[in-house]
């Protein structure tokens, strides 16, 4: 057996001196033993807990052995105690071990073969518990950790929300200047928010736990968004950035889109962060091959270069090589990092070389699959719309529940569904969203929709979509969560969740997710509206969001119509009590649209004109309009045109 440390406490020389012999047939000497003759230096030895077992002694003068085993957990020692006793009595066997004992040995049974036999199992039970021990450490560290991490990403996650979210309505109504100084706070929302997803994704991916996906990517989309979120910073610099592609590229492949953007964004950003002058390339090719094929990425860059002292170094967490400008020492110094696991867990790898003062080169590898039937085409990255810009919204027949506990976020995102014509409702925790929406059942006036944060107090958004499932509702209820840890969205799905958003929320992934879920929302049947119904016709989005909130303020249901072809569509699907309507349309005039509508032969809704100039009263009877509002609107004026249009059954 290995050298171990022994602790005999016997009072009696003779016992001692037996014992030390047997311990020197089993080990040949190679042990250490000390033997403890009395009371006060057995404690002062356990106190020490030096020792891997203890042989103890059950007659110790005027304190038996069991008293002293008691004693020895609060003096320290933690290791395993075997009892010798000169009685083969199982009384006094059973007291041992329930006073902690591993084992119990008769003296005049002790020999060899039991002796070695019970030292060998109380070292191994004393190893496997330290095992266990630090196992549960172990788990108990990570379960510390990830709950740090969640709470940590939830608690800035949430004011990014509201900064990013609010900079994205008010470049929709920015002129001149105010693009420029949002386009600057947006920027900066974003590379705030990337530092803290690389801190997260390095702890998730130390930990295990970091989610990998793979969805159908619009190819020549994802490149257009890197050029175009990097083209500024390039300009910035006065060096060119090039995307060189083949002459076809498939149209589609399948991978992790966030993760194949994040590398990319993490090279590029630093090869431009790193070229002071002339350019930096990216050169795309994907085998021809199926289902699985390898999509390859060079950047290539002009810039300062990396010492060969510095490559092995390079894809290690916290490194920024030495003697750079420390203008350019901005970031963790962990995007390379996260950069090749993702990409060795994407079945691929990053290699690098450079010379000092000449350049780099970092060659992206990843394994994608591509549809049986994909298309190949040329891509041109000027023609895409950015994902970075502000887009126009679509139109949708909705009526969507936003229940969350931070207010600013709640306003925002209602903000935005406005701005798509959704009727929006609000919830400011769990249980008044599980009110709210069986209230709304119960009245025929169902939302077809709920977006529900996961952390809300009273009740949380699992614990609401749970109780919302259990009582009937059936409709998409979308998950809106700032946690990022592996098994959030697992977790969200099996509560009932429909679907799930991270935030910050991202209002093109926002907008896809609720036409994704709308699609398969079953059709409800035309019931009577809580509100009178308005159709708003006006072509400017922005004039559009702001009298539609003007409206829905002074008790109207609104919808919305950009083109006289909504509106008509609009008015086929459902009869409104009142229509204002823009005189011109992009499509049409409004005076011929409003005569379109009175051919229908429907005459129960007034049409009223909204223009920028007077219509006299000849003008006003020549024409299908009931009346007319003068723009800018006048909230007295408009009020009184509403009251007049406003059914009686509606009225209070």
Same mark, same amino acid.
């Given at each position: 057996?290995?050298?171990?440390?022994?602790?005999?406490?016997?009072?009696?020389?003779?016992?001692?001196?037996?014992?030390?012999?047997?311990?020197?047939?089993?080990?040949?000497?190679?042990?250490?033993?000390?033997?403890?003759?009395?009371?006060?230096?057995?404690?002062?030895?356990?106190?020490?807990?030096?020792? &891997?077992?203890?042989?103890?002694?059950?007659?110790?003068?005027?304190? &038996?052995?069991?008293?002293?085993?008691?004693?020895?957990?609060?003096?320290?020692?933690?290791?395993?105690?075997?009892?010798?006793?000169?009685?083969? &009595?199982?009384?006094?066997?059973?007291?041992?071990?329930?006073?902690?004992?591993?084992?119990?040995?008769?003296?005049?049974?002790?020999?060899?073969?039991?002796?070695?036999?019970?030292?060998?199992?109380?070292?191994?039970?004393?190893?496997?518990?330290?095992?266990?021990?630090?196992?549960?450490?172990?788990?108990?560290?990570?379960?510390?950790?990830?709950?740090?991490?969640?709470?940590?990403?939830?608690?800035?996650?949430?004011?990014?929300?509201?900064?990013?979210?609010?900079? /994205?309505?008010?470049?929709?109504?920015?002129?001149?200047?105010?693009?420029?100084?949002?386009?600057?706070?947006?920027?900066?929302?974003?590379?705030?928010?990337?530092?803290?997803?690389?801190?997260?994704?390095?702890?998730?991916?130390?930990?295990?736990?970091?989610?990998?996906?793979?969805?159908?990517?619009?190819?020549?989309?994802?490149?257009?968004?890197?050029?175009?979120?990097?083209?500024?910073?390039?300009?910035?610099?006065?060096?060119?950035?090039?995307?060189?592609?083949?002459?076809? @590229?498939?149209?589609?492949?399948?991978?992790?889109?966030?993760?194949?953007?994040?590398?990319?964004?993490?090279?590029?950003?630093?090869?431009?962060?790193?070229?002071?002058?002339?350019?930096?390339?990216?050169?795309?090719?994907?085998?021809?091959?199926?289902?699985?094929?390898?999509?390859?990425?060079?950047?290539?860059?002009?810039?300062?270069?990396?010492?060969?002292?510095?490559?092995?170094?390079?894809?290690?967490?916290?490194?920024?090589?030495?003697?750079?400008?420390?203008?350019?020492?901005?970031?963790?110094?962990?995007?390379?990092?996260?950069?090749?696991?993702?990409?060795?867990?994407?079945?691929?790898?990053?290699?690098?070389?450079?010379?000092?003062?000449?350049?780099?080169?970092?060659?992206?590898?990843?394994?994608?699959?591509?549809?049986?039937?994909?298309?190949?085409?040329?891509?041109?990255?000027?023609?895409?719309?950015?994902?970075?810009?502000?887009?126009?919204?679509?139109?949708?027949?909705?009526?969507? @529940?936003?229940? /969350?506990?931070?207010? /600013?976020?709640?306003?925002?995102?209602?903000?935005?569904?406005?701005?798509?014509?959704?009727?929006?409702?609000?919830?400011?925790?769990?249980?008044?969203?599980?009110?709210?929406?069986?209230?709304?059942?119960?009245?025929?006036?169902?939302?077809?929709?709920?977006?529900?944060?996961?952390?809300?107090?009273?009740?949380?958004?699992?614990?609401?979509?749970?109780? @919302?499932?259990?009582?009937?509702?059936?409709?998409?209820?979308?998950?809106?969560?700032?946690?990022?840890?592996?098994?959030?969205? /697992?977790?969200?799905?099996?509560?009932?969740?429909?679907?799930?958003?991270?935030?910050?929320?991202?209002?093109?992934?926002?907008?896809?997710?609720?036409?994704?879920?709308?699609?398969?929302?079953?059709?409800?049947?035309?019931?009577?509206?809580?509100?009178?119904?308005?159709?708003?016709?006006?072509? &400017?989005?922005?004039?559009?969001?702001?009298?539609?909130?003007?409206?829905?303020?002074?008790?109207?249901?609104?919808?919305?119509?950009?083109?006289?072809?909504?509106?008509?569509?609009?008015?086929?699907?459902?009869?409104?009590?009142?229509? =204002?309507?823009?005189?011109?349309?992009?499509?049409?005039?409004?005076?011929?649209?409003?005569?379109?509508?009175?051919?229908?032969?429907?005459?129960?809704?007034?049409?009223?004109?909204?223009?920028?100039?007077?219509?006299?009263?000849?003008?006003?009877?020549?024409?299908?309009?009931?009346?007319?509002? =003068?723009?800018?609107?006048?909230?007295?004026?408009?009020?009184?045109?509403?009251?007049?249009?406003?059914?009686?059954?509606?009225?209070?």
């Amino acid at each position: 057996m290995s050298k171990i440390r022994l602790l005999l406490v016997e009072d009696d020389e003779d016992d001692y001196i037996i014992t030390r012999d047997l311990l020197d047939d089993i080990a040949g000497g190679d042990y250490r033993l000390d033997w403890a003759s009395n009371l006060d230096t057995a404690r002062e030895w356990l106190s020490l807990n030096e020792h &891997d077992v203890c042989l103890m002694d059950y007659e110790l003068g005027p304190v &038996d052995g069991v008293s002293l085993l008691k004693e020895a957990q609060g003096l320290g020692f933690t290791r395993p105690i075997i009892m010798l006793t000169g009685q083969d &009595d199982e009384r006094l066997d059973q007291l041992a071990l329930s006073a902690g004992a591993v084992d119990y040995l008769v003296k005049s049974y002790l020999t060899q073969s039991r002796l070695a036999r019970a030292i060998r199992y109380a070292v191994a039970r004393r190893d496997t518990e330290q095992e266990r021990l630090e196992r549960l450490k172990a788990e108990s560290e990570n379960r510390a950790k990830t709950e740090f991490l969640a709470h940590l990403s939830h608690e800035l996650r949430t004011p990014l929300s509201s900064i990013l979210g609010y900079t /994205d309505l008010m470049l929709r109504q920015a002129q001149g200047q105010q693009v420029q100084q949002l386009g600057v706070i947006k920027r900066n929302g974003h590379h705030l928010l990337s530092l803290l997803n690389d801190v997260l994704d390095l702890s998730k991916i130390e930990a295990g736990k970091l989610e990998m996906e793979s969805h159908p990517v619009d190819l020549q989309r994802l490149l257009s968004d890197v050029y175009q979120l990097l083209r500024v910073r390039a300009d910035d610099k006065n060096i060119a950035l090039r995307f060189e592609l083949p002459p076809t @590229l498939p149209e589609e492949v399948k991978t992790d889109p966030t993760r194949l953007r994040q590398i990319l964004l993490n090279l590029l950003g630093n090869a431009i962060k790193f070229t002071h002058e002339g350019e930096v390339r990216l050169l795309v090719s994907v085998e021809e091959q199926t289902p699985v094929s390898s999509l390859r990425c060079q950047v290539m860059d002009t810039g300062v270069g990396i010492g060969p002292d510095f490559l092995p170094h390079l894809f290690k967490p916290f490194s920024q090589a030495p003697g750079t400008d420390s203008n350019n020492r901005e970031g963790t110094g962990l995007g390379l990092a996260i950069s090749r696991q993702l990409a060795q867990r994407m079945g691929g790898d990053i290699q690098v070389a450079s010379t000092p003062g000449q350049g780099s080169v970092f060659t992206l590898e990843v394994m994608v699959e591509l549809p049986e039937a994909v298309a190949w085409r040329s891509f041109d990255l000027q023609t895409v719309e950015s994902a970075t810009q502000p887009r126009q919204l679509p139109t949708l027949q909705a009526r969507i @529940l936003i229940a /969350d506990d931070v207010e /600013d976020l709640r306003v925002m995102l209602g903000q935005i569904l406005s701005t798509m014509s959704i009727d929006t409702a609000f919830a400011e925790n769990g249980e008044q969203a599980v009110a709210q929406v069986l209230a709304a059942e119960q009245e025929g006036a169902a939302f077809d929709l709920v977006l529900m944060d996961v952390q809300m107090p009273k009740l949380n958004g699992l614990e609401a979509t749970a109780q @919302l499932r259990q009582g009937g509702y059936d409709k998409p209820i979308i998950a809106l969560t700032a946690a990022t840890m592996e098994g959030e969205r /697992d977790r969200c799905l099996q509560a009932g969740c429909s679907d799930y958003l991270s935030k910050p929320v991202d209002e093109s992934a926002l907008v896809k997710c609720i036409r994704r879920q709308l699609q398969t929302r079953p059709q409800r049947p035309q019931q009577a509206p809580a509100n009178p119904v308005l159709l708003l016709v006006e072509d &400017d989005h922005d004039a559009a969001a702001m009298t539609r909130l003007l409206l829905a303020n002074l008790g109207w249901e609104v919808q919305v119509a950009h083109s006289g072809q909504e509106a008509l569509q609009h008015y086929q699907q459902q009869q409104p009590d009142l229509i =204002l309507m823009d005189r011109g349309l992009p499509d049409c005039r409004g005076d011929d649209l409003a005569r379109q509508i009175r051919e229908l032969g429907v005459n129960a809704t007034r049409i009223v004109a909204l223009s920028g100039s007077e219509l006299s009263r000849a003008e006003l009877n020549a024409s299908a309009f009931d009346d007319h509002l =003068l723009k800018p609107l006048d909230l007295d004026v408009i009020r009184s045109v509403l009251e007049q249009a406003r059914p009686k059954a509606a009225a209070v």
